[in-house]
């Protein structure tokens, strides 16, 4: 094989693997960008809630104080009443933002999945030109270049490149992972919501 055939083989092998690794598709960047200010307003409703409850607990309190007349009676009821309609809104609030941010999690995750899976093809398309390359007799490889000190350039290279595909690999891996452990989490945050109503 000659220096110029390998090089190619090189060359076409690092473009496939850069070129899979560059193709992010913006609509994710714009569903993200979606998600997190719906994330933002819901917070800001709930923030508002909390705010009315708290006022309502004051008012009942005061209520309380008062004298016992039918009046203040009618009050606190009312008072009550308002306060378990703003209690359920709360619920529903951060229940509906529990579900966009599980939403956006798994947004990441798909995003995640197809970086590993592209990287995986690239580092096989490079295992696959690192088998090539090692299929040559070592007369022949040493016969490819113009001196040992080329060669080992080449095989260095070849190294390099593989090592910083497996990292690239492990590190999309995990990432994966502990995005999928937040969701879980998440979703386990969102049925205890449900089920209890807070």
Do not use: C
């Not at 703003?86 to 197809?114: F, G, M, N, V, Y």
């Amino acid at each position: 094989m000659s220096t110029r055939a390998f090089t190619t083989k090189i060359f076409l092998a690092v473009l496939v693997w850069g070129s899979m690794g560059l193709m992010i598709p913006h609509v994710y960047a714009e569903s993200a960008t979606e998600i997190q200010s719906k994330i933002e307003d819901r917070s800001k409703k709930i923030d508002q809630l909390e705010r009315e409850i708290k006022e309502y607990e004051e008012t009942l309190t005061v209520v309380g104080n008062e004298k016992k007349t039918l009046e203040s009676a009618v009050n606190t009821l009312d008072i009550s009443r308002k306060k378990v309609s703003t209690d359920i809104t709360l619920t529903q609030q951060k229940i509906s933002s529990t579900d966009l941010t599980i939403e956006e999690l798994e947004s990441q995750i798909t995003e995640k999945e197809r970086r590993v899976t592209n990287n995986k093809s690239a580092l096989s398309e490079t295992l696959r030109t690192l088998n090539n390359v090692e299929s040559d007799t070592l007369v022949e490889t040493i016969l490819t270049y113009e001196n040992l000190s080329e060669l080992w350039d080449h095989v260095e290279t070849l190294e390099r490149f593989q090592g910083a595909m497996n990292d690239d690999l492990e590190e999309l891996t995990a990432l994966k992972a502990e995005l999928e452990s937040r969701k879980n989490e998440t979703e386990q945050k969102r049925s205890l919501r449900k089920k209890t109503g807070a």
